[in-house]
């Protein structure tokens, strides 16, 4: 992993799981009201069954989600 500056955001889908989100970001609703999360690294759920979203509660493994951390290929 590169070293990243200070200042970028990023985020990290997992495989089967969650996207990690790190750095300074703010996270708001579509209304535009900020959502404090509480700390600087967060995961953000995508499988939809977290009972905490946006954010992930680990739901995604018993569900059997599956996802890959890459980018499907153009078709």
Request: aromatic share 4%; net charge negative; charged share 25%.
């Amino acid at each position: 992993m590169r070293d990243e500056p200070d200042d970028l955001v990023t985020v990290t889908p997992c495989e089967d799981g969650p996207l990690l989100l790190r750095g300074p970001f703010t996270l708001v609703t579509q209304d535009g009201r900020t959502i404090d999360p509480g700390r600087d690294t967060v995961a953000l759920c995508r499988c939809g069954r977290s009972g905490t979203k946006p954010f992930c509660d680990g739901s995604h493994k018993p569900t059997g989600f599956r996802a890959a951390s890459e980018p499907n290929p153009p078709a």
